[in-house]
């Protein structure tokens, strides 16, 4: 997990304005496959949103406990959309939001 600086976070809120959520937590929460998801999305494209369905009241919490869990940075919640980023291991897979 990276440190954001208040201007690194706006860049990539302003990148994530256009994305429409990958993943979306319903009723069971945070399970292992949707864990697995997360990750898988978040190689495949570095910056995700996640849509919270159910647990609206406890987002802020289960996306920053996520984002611990997988290593990433939970960039912001907004709403009920959590912006989660994680530079890729593949350097083809790379977007350099950050430069």
């Known amino acids: 997990m990276i440190e954001l600086t208040s201007k690194q976070r706006k860049v990539l809120e302003k990148i994530a304005v256009d ?3 990958m993943v979306i937590v319903g009723q069971n929460g945070i ?3 949707v864990e697995n998801q997360i990750v898988q999305c978040l190689n495949n494209h570095e910056l995700i949103k996640i ?3 159910e647990y609206k009241d406890e987002k802020k919490e289960l996306a ?3 984002s611990k869990q997988i290593d990433c940075t939970l960039v912001r919640v907004i709403g009920n959309i959590a912006i989660l980023y994680k530079e890729s291991d593949d350097p083809e ?3 350099h939001f950050l430069g």
């Open 51 to 53: 849509k919270f369905n």
């Open 93 to 95: 897979k790379q977007n």
């Open 64 to 66: 920053l406990e996520l």
């Open 31 to 33: 399970s292992d496959s």
């Open 19 to 21: 994305l429409n959520p």
